[in-house]
């Protein structure tokens, strides 16, 4: 799984974190998240604001 799989990131997320309110995550902890999913196998230094926006708002429309 790499950083722009953003959708499957999301799933895995709802799964890992239901209880958990997207919307109050910060991006620090969002990103240390996303990095400890299995299968997750990108470079840690290429994630940004960008990308973590796009993970946070997927993982808002899965979560509904």
Request: net charge negative; no cysteine.
């Amino acid at each position: 799984m790499k950083w722009t799989d953003v959708q499957e990131i999301a799933i895995e997320l709802v799964e890992r974190h239901p209880d958990v309110d997207p919307l109050q995550v910060r991006f620090t902890d969002l990103r240390r998240w996303v990095l400890e999913l299995p299968g997750f196998d990108d470079d840690p230094e290429r994630s940004g604001e960008r990308i973590l926006e796009a993970i946070q708002q997927a993982w808002i429309e899965e979560a509904d």
